[in-house]
Every structure is written in C-alpha cells, then in structure tokens.
C-alpha cells in the first residue's frame, strides 16, 4: 500500500522562502517518477516540478528559478524548496508518485497521492 505524506505547510510574506517534504511508503520509491502538484480555490490542479529516478527534474514555467525539486530515495524523500514566494502561489500543495520513472507534469499520469499541505503566501 503507497502511502505519501506531505509536511512543511505554513504561511510566508511575499519573497519569502518554504521547504515542503513528502515522505513515502510502501512501494520501490527509487524507481518512481515523483511530483508536485497545486491546486488553488476554484482552480484546477496543476503540475509544479516532477523528478525522475535519474535526479531529473522538470517545472512549470511559472516557478522556473523560484522552485527547487530534489528527491532523498535513501530516505524515501520528496522535497521542494520554495523561494521568492509570491501571493499567486498561495495553493494545496500535494506530492504524487508516477508508477514509471519518465516523468511529466500532467496530473493524469500520477496514481498515489498525499493529502497536501497548506501554502499561504501574503
């Protein structure tokens, strides 16, 4: 049973830095492409980074140079370091593990989720 738990929730003024972590259970974590997600009130989720099983990461154009995706497999660690904060990124932040190793940013391509944490930026 994959299990992904998300931590670091908080609230930050605009420039401020975040680092979220996800640790995971249950499944060959090394293998698995791993991913961030967000979804803001009334919209739609969305991709934020990804990172394969070879360090590789991927990002939304909206958080290039701002978000750092990293991963931790000998402690089965997801992490996004989150600087330069602005208000429009104020969203549920959710890890979400692909059962492949190539990696995307759609949100259909994710089966296991975390529960998200909170990220509120003023």
């Known amino acids: 049973h994959v299990q992904l738990v998300e931590s670091g929730r908080g609230s930050v003024q605009a420039g401020g830095s975040l680092r979220l972590s996800c640790s995971g259970s249950g499944y060959t974590y090394s293998t698995f492409c791993m991913g961030w997600f967000r979804q803001a009130p009334g919209k739609e989720r969305e991709g934020v980074a990804s990172?394969?099983?070879?360090?590789?990461?991927t990002y939304a154009d909206s958080v290039k140079g701002r978000f750092t995706a990293s991963r931790d497999d000998a402690n089965y660690t997801l992490y996004l370091q989150m600087n330069s904060l602005k208000p429009e990124d104020t969203a549920m932040y959710y890890c979400?593990?692909?059962?492949?190793?190539?990696?995307?940013?759609?949100?259909?391509?994710?089966?296991?989720w975390g529960q998200g944490t909170q990220v509120t930026v003023s």
């Open positions: 979400a593990a692909r059962t492949t190793s190539y990696c995307t940013l759609d949100r259909a391509d994710f089966r296991y």
């Open positions: 990172v394969d099983s070879d360090g590789v990461t």
